[in-house]
């Protein structure tokens, strides 16, 4: 939608200066109801369907006409009749206009809204970088070396344990930093950090090397497809061994600049503050080629980096403005909450008037608290901000009420591909051994083709995690197990996070579902329904019967007779049926969630404490 986008700065009485301009970046009631379809140059736009009529109206031709052209292309059509896209094309074709279709996008769909600015409005703006890594490789105690402060002290455990964001200036340039928590419980964070970063700064411990949050870094980083500058930390330890760090990274796709690749590397020692000025240095100059540039002019646009309920001030939120200049007046609507910017601070808590592009601020006076991750945008009014904000509520429960399924759904893929939506199916893939993810790995690399590529975002051993499920929500992703089975919790955090989990077996039928799909041959088949999960709390030697396990069944049903897989650390060791099923000394057919039940698995004794059973069944899919 093309947008007039200037707006006044508010004046203050009795100054006649015109002051300075900033664009807002959406369209006007008036100026929509004005709106007209046009001829502009020989191009006829519109943005709609049109009849017979409205549309000779607008060519300012006779409405006979088009109904005649049609006639003798043995098409009848009468001035009523609506036209699609094609049609109109034709027509202004067969009348000497070339055509364009134009998307009204609506106030509330801000994210939307084609955003182009005047390039003479455009300047240099400062860079964004997220520092990532596994914990304690020294994340929080390199950017407290930048900034000379002693971020790390104050934090419990040494352990980061929120989004922090911060501004500094070296060569006379600010650098804005995002301080990304390395610990495995902050994998949603790290999504998030990434998803609004320009440049990452991948922090590894020398005397550590590369560790299982690194690999989650890496992968946020590709999924953000952002550029990343190795730091390679404490240096001074005894057992640096910066050579084996950059071996290990070259084994996931990060080549260094003296290996031959295109990435940059730094040997630092944030504890010693050496190195450093090193690192800024590589930060500015991937920064200049990345030629990063904003428009101060216009209304503040940009994302929510954390948001909480305080009890002093109320709702507060962290927000790191990407466009346009943030007034400590302004109007803001994120997600579906909206509410005036009463006082606005930088990260030393100094209160600011104003915050142009890439600038982290804390900001008070929301309705509510926003979610982490939401976009926001500044308006002229209250009232125009309560009025989207409520537009976008009433949005956002018609999506919950018609959601079902995942981000992405294989059986949606066929479909997807063919009208040119989907050029790229991205996966995350666990298995149960190292060995088995590089097969499936190399398997499903090789259906690539020239309209479709499969991206396997992460390919790793263990269970289905939690930050599985973060990362496939942030890069739209499918999770394919292989052997491995979710917990209950998981598969409600899938759920509730729109995230599609497919489970086999069998390496050549996960190939040819896959296969399938891109070619559209999905076809009904038998599959399995899970029917519940029991947790063995207990286990009991039976002579001439067996090892009994006393379970708590925590998901569903166990049912009896039904078919089973036992789980060890999300890894199936066993599948069979379930040969008998007690309470108490009673036998019972099935036995519901939060009730205790005795299982006898058929032709199977190895069971030990903490192992979970998974119940089945097969039906025929609809």
Do not use: W
Not at 53 to 62: D, P, R, S, V, Y
Not at 105 to 112: G, P, S, Y
Request: net charge neutral.
């Amino acid at each position: 939608m093309k947008t007039n986008n200037k707006r006044q700065f508010k004046k203050k009485p009795g100054n006649n200066n015109t002051g300075n301009k900033r664009e807002s970046n959406v369209m006007t009631k008036k100026e929509k109801r004005n709106e007209t379809n046009k001829v502009n140059g020989g191009v006829f736009v519109f943005t709609k369907s049109l009849s017979v009529g409205e549309l000779a109206k607008q060519l300012n031709i006779i409405p006979s006409e088009i109904i005649k052209y049609f006639f003798l292309n043995k098409r009848l059509v009468t001035i009523n009749q609506y036209l699609n896209d094609d049609e109109i094309g034709e027509i202004c074709l067969q009348f000497g206009y070339d055509f364009k279709k134009e998307e009204v996008v609506a106030e509330e769909d801000f994210e939307k809204i084609d955003q182009n600015d005047d390039p003479k409005d455009l300047v240099e703006r400062p860079c964004v970088v997220t520092v990532m890594g596994h914990v304690d490789h020294g994340k929080t105690t390199l950017i407290d070396a930048i900034r000379d402060s002693h971020l790390a002290a104050g934090e419990f455990g040494g352990i980061s344990q929120e989004i922090g964001a911060y501004q500094i200036t070296f060569e006379n340039k600010k650098i804005t930093f995002i301080d990304t928590p390395g610990h495995a419980a902050f994998s949603a964070m790290r999504a998030r950090g990434a998803s609004v970063t320009d440049i990452v700064i991948l922090v590894v411990a020398a005397d550590d090397g590369v560790m299982p949050q690194t690999i989650e870094a890496i992968d946020h980083a590709k999924a953000a497809k952002v550029p990343v500058i190795i730091a390679i930390n404490k240096m001074d330890a005894p057992g640096a061994n910066p050579e084996k760090v950059l071996t290990q990274l070259m084994q996931h796709d990060l080549i260094a600049e003296q290996y031959g690749g295109d990435i940059m590397s730094c040997e630092i020692s944030a504890k010693k503050k050496q190195g450093i000025d090193k690192l800024l240095e590589a930060v500015l100059l991937q920064a200049e080629m990345l030629e990063l540039k904003g428009n101060p002019k216009r209304y503040a646009s940009g994302t929510v980096l954390e948001a909480e309920l305080d009890q002093g001030c109320g709702p507060k939120a962290t927000l790191l403005v990407q466009n346009g200049t943030l007034l400590s007046s302004d109007y803001i609507v994120v997600g579906t909450v909206y509410g005036k910017v009463r006082r606005m601070v930088n990260e030393h808590n100094k209160v600011l008037k104003s915050a142009g592009p890439s600038t982290p601020v804390s900001v008070i006076g929301l309705s509510d608290v926003p979610l982490a991750g939401d976009r926001f945008m500044a308006f002229p009014s209250e009232k125009q901000a309560k009025d989207i904000a409520d537009k976008r509520q009433i949005k956002k429960v018609e999506a919950d009420r018609a959601s079902s399924g995942g981000v992405t759904s294989l059986d949606e893929l066929y479909s997807k591909i063919h009208e040119g939506q989907l050029t790229q199916i991205n996966i995350i893939l666990k298995t149960d051994s190292t060995g088995s993810a590089e097969a499936v790995k190399t398997s499903l690399e090789k259906l690539n083709n020239e309209q479709i590529k499969i991206n396997i975002i992460r390919s790793a051993a263990g269970a289905i995690s939690e930050n599985d499920i973060n990362l496939a929500s942030a890069s739209n992703a499918i999770i394919y197990g292989f052997n491995v089975r979710p917990t209950a919790f998981i598969k409600n955090k899938a759920i509730e996070e729109h995230v599609e989990i497919r489970l086999q077996r069998i390496i050549y039928a996960l190939v040819e579902e896959m296969e399938s799909a891109i070619k559209g041959q999905m076809k009904k088949e038998e599959v399995e329904k899970v029917l519940g999960q029991a947790e063995v709390r207990d286990v009991f030697k039976v002579t001439k019967v067996g090892t009994i396990a006393g379970c708590m069944v925590t998901d569903g049903i166990a049912k009896n007779g039904s078919q089973v897989r036992i789980l060890r650390d999300g890894i199936i060791i066993y599948e069979g049926k379930l040969d008998s099923l007690k309470r108490f000394k009673d036998d019972a057919k099935e036995v519901k969630t939060g009730y205790e039940c005795g299982i006898k698995i058929e032709n199977y004794n190895d069971i030990k404490v903490g192992d979970v059973f998974e119940m089945y069944e097969m039906v025929v899919k609809e």
